[in-house]
T-cell receptor
Protein backbone atom coordinates (compact mmCIF):
# COMPACT_ATOMS: atom_id res chain seq x y z
CA UNK A 1 0.00 0.00 0.00
CA UNK A 2 1.88 3.02 -1.32
CA UNK A 3 0.61 5.91 0.81
CA UNK A 4 2.96 8.47 -0.73
CA UNK A 5 3.56 8.44 -4.46
CA UNK A 6 5.92 10.29 -6.74
CA UNK A 7 4.81 9.31 -10.20
CA UNK A 8 7.69 10.87 -12.11
CA UNK A 9 10.90 8.86 -11.69
CA UNK A 10 12.92 11.56 -13.41
CA UNK A 11 12.76 15.20 -14.48
CA UNK A 12 15.12 17.24 -16.62
CA UNK A 13 15.12 21.06 -16.43
CA UNK A 14 17.27 23.74 -17.95
CA UNK A 15 19.40 25.83 -15.61
CA UNK A 16 17.61 29.01 -14.58
CA UNK A 17 14.12 27.65 -15.21
CA UNK A 18 11.61 26.39 -12.68
CA UNK A 19 11.66 22.79 -11.45
CA UNK A 20 8.35 21.38 -10.23
CA UNK A 21 8.33 18.07 -8.39
CA UNK A 22 5.02 16.46 -7.56
CA UNK A 23 3.80 14.14 -4.85
CA UNK A 24 0.43 12.53 -4.05
CA UNK A 25 -0.70 10.91 -0.83
CA UNK A 26 -3.66 8.86 0.28
CA UNK A 27 -3.81 9.22 4.07
CA UNK A 28 -5.55 12.32 5.42
CA UNK A 29 -4.06 11.78 8.88
CA UNK A 30 -0.56 12.96 8.05
CA UNK A 31 0.58 15.91 10.18
CA UNK A 32 3.48 17.25 8.13
CA UNK A 33 4.95 16.83 4.69
CA UNK A 34 8.64 17.10 4.02
CA UNK A 35 10.98 17.16 1.07
CA UNK A 36 14.42 15.55 1.23
CA UNK A 37 17.27 15.83 -1.20
CA UNK A 38 19.66 12.94 -1.70
CA UNK A 39 23.00 12.79 -3.47
CA UNK A 40 24.54 9.42 -4.42
CA UNK A 41 26.23 7.59 -1.53
CA UNK A 42 24.85 10.08 1.00
CA UNK A 43 21.89 10.09 3.35
CA UNK A 44 18.78 12.19 2.67
CA UNK A 45 19.08 15.83 3.68
CA UNK A 46 16.06 17.75 4.88
CA UNK A 47 15.07 20.53 2.54
CA UNK A 48 11.73 22.05 3.47
CA UNK A 49 8.50 21.05 5.21
CA UNK A 50 4.89 22.13 5.45
CA UNK A 51 2.30 21.61 8.14
CA UNK A 52 -0.94 19.97 7.10
CA UNK A 53 -2.79 23.13 8.17
CA UNK A 54 -0.88 25.35 5.76
CA UNK A 55 -1.02 25.58 1.99
CA UNK A 56 2.33 27.16 1.23
CA UNK A 57 5.79 27.43 2.72
CA UNK A 58 8.68 29.28 1.16
CA UNK A 59 12.40 29.16 1.91
CA UNK A 60 14.65 30.98 -0.52
CA UNK A 61 14.49 29.29 -3.91
CA UNK A 62 12.29 26.51 -2.56
CA UNK A 63 8.52 26.66 -2.16
CA UNK A 64 6.25 23.81 -1.18
CA UNK A 65 2.54 23.93 -1.99
CA UNK A 66 -0.07 21.71 -0.35
CA UNK A 67 -3.51 21.03 -1.82
CA UNK A 68 -5.32 19.02 0.85
CA UNK A 69 -8.51 18.50 -1.13
CA UNK A 70 -6.50 16.91 -3.93
CA UNK A 71 -4.07 15.22 -1.50
CA UNK A 72 -1.25 16.66 -3.55
CA UNK A 73 1.88 18.60 -2.82
CA UNK A 74 4.58 20.05 -5.00
CA UNK A 75 8.05 21.46 -4.61
CA UNK A 76 9.04 24.42 -6.76
CA UNK A 77 12.68 25.33 -7.23
CA UNK A 78 13.35 28.61 -8.95
CA UNK A 79 15.76 29.39 -10.46
CA UNK A 80 17.14 25.87 -10.85
CA UNK A 81 20.89 25.47 -10.44
CA UNK A 82 23.25 22.63 -11.43
CA UNK A 83 23.81 21.80 -7.76
CA UNK A 84 20.11 21.01 -7.46
CA UNK A 85 20.67 17.83 -9.48
CA UNK A 86 19.82 15.04 -7.04
CA UNK A 87 17.06 12.63 -6.10
CA UNK A 88 14.19 14.33 -4.28
CA UNK A 89 12.00 12.40 -1.88
CA UNK A 90 8.62 13.51 -0.69
CA UNK A 91 7.80 12.24 2.81
CA UNK A 92 4.75 12.38 5.03
CA UNK A 93 4.96 12.38 8.78
CA UNK A 94 2.52 11.06 11.28
CA UNK A 95 3.01 11.17 15.00
CA UNK A 96 2.25 7.88 16.64
CA UNK A 97 3.18 7.07 20.23
CA UNK A 98 5.44 10.13 20.21
CA UNK A 99 7.38 8.75 17.25
CA UNK A 100 7.99 10.70 14.08
CA UNK A 101 7.46 7.99 11.50
CA UNK A 102 8.15 9.09 7.94
CA UNK A 103 6.51 7.54 4.90
CA UNK A 104 8.56 8.19 1.77
CA UNK A 105 7.69 8.35 -1.89
CA UNK A 106 9.80 6.54 -4.45
CA UNK A 107 11.82 9.62 -5.35
CA UNK A 108 12.27 11.78 -8.45
CA UNK A 109 15.68 12.20 -10.03
CA UNK A 110 16.10 15.85 -11.00
CA UNK A 111 18.73 16.77 -13.57
CA UNK A 112 19.54 20.42 -14.22
CA UNK A 113 21.05 20.96 -17.64
CA UNK A 114 23.43 23.88 -18.23
CA UNK B 1 29.64 18.32 16.04
CA UNK B 2 29.69 15.06 14.15
CA UNK B 3 26.54 14.03 12.37
CA UNK B 4 24.93 10.62 12.48
CA UNK B 5 27.72 8.11 11.94
CA UNK B 6 27.04 4.80 10.27
CA UNK B 7 29.56 2.05 9.73
CA UNK B 8 30.59 0.28 7.77
CA UNK B 9 29.73 2.30 4.65
CA UNK B 10 29.82 -0.84 2.55
CA UNK B 11 29.32 -4.41 3.71
CA UNK B 12 29.52 -7.56 1.63
CA UNK B 13 28.17 -10.80 3.05
CA UNK B 14 27.70 -14.28 1.65
CA UNK B 15 24.26 -15.82 1.85
CA UNK B 16 23.70 -17.30 5.30
CA UNK B 17 26.13 -15.00 7.11
CA UNK B 18 25.21 -12.37 9.66
CA UNK B 19 25.31 -8.63 8.99
CA UNK B 20 25.76 -6.05 11.73
CA UNK B 21 25.15 -2.42 10.95
CA UNK B 22 26.09 0.26 13.45
CA UNK B 23 24.69 3.71 13.99
CA UNK B 24 26.00 6.36 16.37
CA UNK B 25 23.42 9.13 16.73
CA UNK B 26 24.27 12.79 16.94
CA UNK B 27 25.43 13.99 20.31
CA UNK B 28 22.44 14.64 22.51
CA UNK B 29 20.08 12.56 20.38
CA UNK B 30 18.39 9.69 22.17
CA UNK B 31 15.96 8.63 19.44
CA UNK B 32 17.10 6.40 16.58
CA UNK B 33 15.23 5.33 13.47
CA UNK B 34 16.27 2.73 10.90
CA UNK B 35 15.11 2.87 7.28
CA UNK B 36 15.82 0.60 4.34
CA UNK B 37 16.02 1.61 0.70
CA UNK B 38 15.69 -1.16 -1.85
CA UNK B 39 16.89 -0.46 -5.41
CA UNK B 40 14.63 1.97 -7.28
CA UNK B 41 12.42 2.48 -4.23
CA UNK B 42 11.95 5.06 -1.53
CA UNK B 43 13.04 4.63 2.06
CA UNK B 44 10.89 2.31 4.16
CA UNK B 45 10.59 2.62 7.93
CA UNK B 46 11.90 -0.36 9.86
CA UNK B 47 12.21 0.41 13.55
CA UNK B 48 12.24 3.24 16.09
CA UNK B 49 14.29 2.94 19.28
CA UNK B 50 15.10 4.95 22.32
CA UNK B 51 17.86 4.03 24.73
CA UNK B 52 17.32 0.40 25.80
CA UNK B 53 13.80 0.37 24.35
CA UNK B 54 12.21 -0.62 21.08
CA UNK B 55 9.29 1.75 20.61
CA UNK B 56 7.97 0.71 17.21
CA UNK B 57 9.23 -2.21 15.12
CA UNK B 58 6.25 -2.42 12.80
CA UNK B 59 8.46 -2.17 9.71
CA UNK B 60 10.87 -4.93 10.66
CA UNK B 61 10.62 -8.29 8.89
CA UNK B 62 9.32 -10.86 11.36
CA UNK B 63 12.34 -13.15 11.11
CA UNK B 64 16.11 -12.71 10.99
CA UNK B 65 16.06 -8.96 11.73
CA UNK B 66 16.64 -7.40 15.14
CA UNK B 67 17.66 -4.03 16.47
CA UNK B 68 18.98 -2.67 19.72
CA UNK B 69 20.06 0.63 21.19
CA UNK B 70 21.94 -0.10 24.40
CA UNK B 71 22.55 2.31 27.22
CA UNK B 72 26.15 2.68 26.06
CA UNK B 73 27.35 2.45 22.48
CA UNK B 74 25.77 2.63 19.06
CA UNK B 75 22.49 1.27 17.84
CA UNK B 76 22.90 -2.05 16.05
CA UNK B 77 20.76 -3.47 13.27
CA UNK B 78 21.41 -7.20 12.99
CA UNK B 79 20.41 -9.38 10.07
CA UNK B 80 20.92 -13.09 10.54
CA UNK B 81 21.29 -15.61 7.71
CA UNK B 82 21.26 -12.92 5.04
CA UNK B 83 19.64 -13.58 1.66
CA UNK B 84 20.05 -11.81 -1.68
CA UNK B 85 16.85 -9.82 -1.08
CA UNK B 86 18.45 -8.14 1.94
CA UNK B 87 20.79 -6.24 -0.38
CA UNK B 88 19.87 -2.60 0.12
CA UNK B 89 20.99 0.67 1.60
CA UNK B 90 20.22 0.92 5.30
CA UNK B 91 19.89 4.41 6.74
CA UNK B 92 19.84 5.44 10.35
CA UNK B 93 18.40 8.74 11.55
CA UNK B 94 18.43 10.34 14.97
CA UNK B 95 16.53 13.09 16.73
CA UNK B 96 16.78 14.72 20.14
CA UNK B 97 13.21 13.91 21.01
CA UNK B 98 9.71 13.45 19.77
CA UNK B 99 9.84 16.15 17.09
CA UNK B 100 10.41 16.10 13.39
CA UNK B 101 14.08 17.06 13.47
CA UNK B 102 15.45 13.94 11.79
CA UNK B 103 19.10 13.83 10.76
CA UNK B 104 20.10 10.95 8.53
CA UNK B 105 23.43 9.20 8.36
CA UNK B 106 25.14 8.37 5.07
CA UNK B 107 23.91 4.82 5.15
CA UNK B 108 25.38 1.33 4.95
CA UNK B 109 25.16 -0.39 1.61
CA UNK B 110 24.75 -4.12 2.16
CA UNK B 111 25.47 -6.46 -0.71
CA UNK B 112 24.70 -10.15 -0.33
CA UNK B 113 26.58 -12.38 -2.73
Amino acid sequence: DQQVKQNSPSLSVQEGRISILNCDYTNSMFDYFLWYKKYPAEGPTFLISISSIKDKNEDGRFTVFLNKSAKHLSLHIVPSQPGDSAVYFCAALRELQGAQKLVFGQGTRLTINP
Amino acid sequence: NAGVMQNPRHLVRRRGQEARLRCSPMKGHSHVYWYRQLPEEGLKFMVYLQKENIIDESGMPKERFSAEFPKEGPSILRIQQVVRGDSAAYFCASSPGANYGYTFGSGTRLTVV
